[in-house]
């Protein structure tokens, strides 16, 4: 089983500065990894598909990249609604799987 | 744009079983799959397993295998995930999903399973 990890924790970023997540797989995913937003109370939200490709109505301040093991989410300058939980999510075995990382919480400094 | 309706909140008792529903419009049901995905209280999203309609195909996670029965129904454009043995760590909310390659699109609203004598 492939497993996700996803560093930091937990980022506190001020509006209007840039954050970066991190996403690493224990084993090569390809460019099968996936981003998502997560507001409380809310389902999920797509933002990046393909490791790099924005979704349908995503913002282009939010931009993905790596393949392999090695991924990187980056908010090129945080608005007010980015604050939230982001999880990526390897799909490199579908339709036997799909795991997701257990979360980066992007909070207000 | 595919939209998503699931069933609402259901409480069951340890041992017993939960069937979620989840309705789809829009779209071609029998061109996507779904997904399920739960997120227990405060805590992160778990692939459960999902079901590609046009194959009546349906995989699951490990973890779930021999507890989990993932169907659907084309007449319809439903797809329902029951869960079985039910222990109180099973209380979450349960999302349906569509999904063409492995990632989620488009996401039902969520419904809540509380486990709990």
């Known amino acids: 089983e492939i497993v996700m990890t996803q560093s930091p924790a937990t980022l506190s970023v001020s509006p209007g500065e840039r954050a970066t997540l991190s996403c690493r797989a224990s084993?090569?995913?390809?460019?099968?990894l996936a981003w998502y937003q997560q507001r409380p109370g809310q389902a999920p939200r797509l933002l990046i598909y393909?490791?790099?490709t924005r979704a349908t109505g995503i913002p282009a301040r939010f931009s993905g990249s790596g393949s392999g093991t090695e991924f990187t989410l980056t908010i090129s300058s945080l608005q007010s609604e980015d604050f939230a939980v982001y999880y990526c999510q390897q799909y490199n075995k579908w339709p036997r799987g799909g795991t997701f990382g257990p979360g980066t919480k992007v909070d207000i400094k | 744009q595919v939209q998503l309706v699931q069933s609402g909140t259901e409480v069951k008792k340890p041992g017993s079983s939960v069937r979620v529903s989840c309705k789809a419009s829009?779209?071609?049901?029998?061109?996507?799959?779904i997904a399920w995905v739960r997120q227990a209280p405060g805590q992160g999203l778990e692939w459960m397993g999902g079901?590609?309609?046009?194959?009546?195909?349906?995989n699951s996670a490990q973890k779930f295998q021999g507890r989990v029965t993932i169907t659907a129904d084309e007449s319809t454009s439903t797809a329902y995930m029951e869960l079985s043995s039910l222990k109180s760590e099973d209380t979450a909310v349960y999302y349906c999903?569509?999904?063409?390659?492995?990632?989620?699109?488009?996401w039902g609203q969520g419904t809540l399973v509380i486990v709990s004598s």
């Open positions: 999903g569509s999904t063409v390659s492995g990632y989620v699109d488009y």
């Open positions: 079901i590609v309609p046009i194959f009546a195909t349906a």
């Open positions: 393909g490791a790099s």
């Open positions: 084993q090569s995913v390809s460019s099968n």
């Open positions: 829009g779209g071609t049901f029998n061109t996507y799959a």
